[in-house]
């Protein structure tokens, strides 16, 4: 039993308690969320880059599929950026260098054109973040007859050719996506 003179002792170390558990908790969130939206971005970014700012979900969902399967075990950031690299490349100075400095907040990218209005652009950029997000929570998937390996726009038909890639119905797309031929 306890005597009243150990319970501001145990008040105390339930305060404790509490206050560590809370700060292990909040310490872990923010990372989570930083994560998530590292993710979201470079997915967004590069269904952009492949497709314009009205990317269709059916185009964005199957190259989160390829992306996914290219770098199994890796965050979607980490394959979006091995698998499109000039898309995040900070030090490209061509028409498209913008695409390298998307912002998830739908701020100016740095080196939009100058002769372009975001304003005209934002809330389209703001959708494919919403899509992107869709996506990589489950919301949205792939409509492809079975999961895509690789894409390309029409002027990789030649290489995919040669490759030997047999190319499916993803839905409405822009880009033409494959599978290997041992898949098929």
């Given at each position: ?23 292990l ?58 698998y ?64 895509p ?36």
């Amino acid at each position: 039993m306890m005597d009243d003179e150990d319970l501001p002792l145990m008040a105390w170390l339930m305060c404790v308690t509490f206050l560590v558990l809370f700060l292990l908790v909040w310490a872990f969130v923010p990372t989570a969320h930083a994560q998530r939206m590292d993710d979201v971005l470079a997915l967004g970014a590069v269904c952009v880059s492949e497709a314009g700012f009205d990317v269709h979900s059916d185009e964005c969902s199957a190259i989160a599929s390829v992306l996914r399967s290219r770098c199994r075990g890796c965050t979607m950031a980490t394959a979006a950026r091995l698998y499109s690299r000039r898309v995040f490349d900070n030090t490209r100075r061509d028409s498209r260098a913008w695409l390298a400095h998307l912002r998830p907040d739908g701020g100016v990218p740095s080196h939009w054109p100058s002769n372009a209005s975001w304003a005209q652009y934002r809330s389209r950029w703001l959708g494919v973040l919403d899509l992107a997000g869709s996506i990589l929570r489950g919301d949205v998937v792939h409509r492809c007859e079975m999961p895509p390996a690789h894409w390309g726009g029409i002027v990789d038909d030649r290489r995919a050719r040669r490759m030997r890639l047999v190319r499916i119905d993803c839905g409405s797309t822009r880009n033409r996506f494959y599978v290997l031929p041992s898949t098929r």
